[in-house]
């Protein structure tokens, strides 16, 4: 999971067991928060800049990711959260049994 916030701070990637773990993914992203301190429209080209230097890799943490940012929103009024995947979610919480992660 890659936590790109507004884009003014470093990236922040999420793996391993953490994943896994709902409340642990839940604090994270309300801890995450503070990557944010201005809304997209102010940072709208960084973050497409940073969305462009992506890369597959594999796996698609998409429960995970959805709720760290959920709890990022969570404590800034008015947020909404976007979500970008190039894939099925096949690891972390939510992940759809029978998906082979090495495809």
């Given at each position: 999971?890659?936590?790109?916030?507004?884009?003014?701070?470093?990236?922040?990637?999420?793996?391993?067991?953490?994943?896994?773990?709902y409340?642990?993914?839940?604090?994270?992203?309300?801890?995450?928060?503070?990557?944010?301190?201005?809304?997209?429209?102010?940072?709208?080209?960084?973050?497409?800049?940073?969305?462009?230097?992506?890369?597959?890799q594999?796996?698609?943490?998409?429960?995970?990711?959805?709720?760290?940012?959920?709890?990022?929103?969570?404590?800034?009024?008015?947020?909404?959260v976007?979500?970008?995947?190039?894939?099925?979610?096949?690891?972390?919480?939510?992940?759809?049994?029978?998906?082979?992660?090495?495809?």
């Amino acid at each position: 999971v890659n936590i790109l916030g507004d884009g003014s701070k470093p990236v922040k990637y999420l793996e391993g067991e953490s994943l896994f773990s709902y409340s642990e993914l839940k604090e994270m992203g309300m801890s995450y928060s503070s990557l944010i301190s201005k809304p997209a429209k102010d940072s709208k080209s960084k973050l497409l800049h940073l969305l462009k230097e992506m890369e597959p890799q594999g796996i698609t943490a998409l429960g995970p990711a959805l709720l760290v940012a959920c709890g990022m929103a969570s404590v800034k009024p008015g947020s909404k959260v976007i979500i970008c995947t190039d894939g099925i979610a096949n690891k972390g919480l939510g992940m759809i049994e029978g998906i082979d992660n090495d495809d």
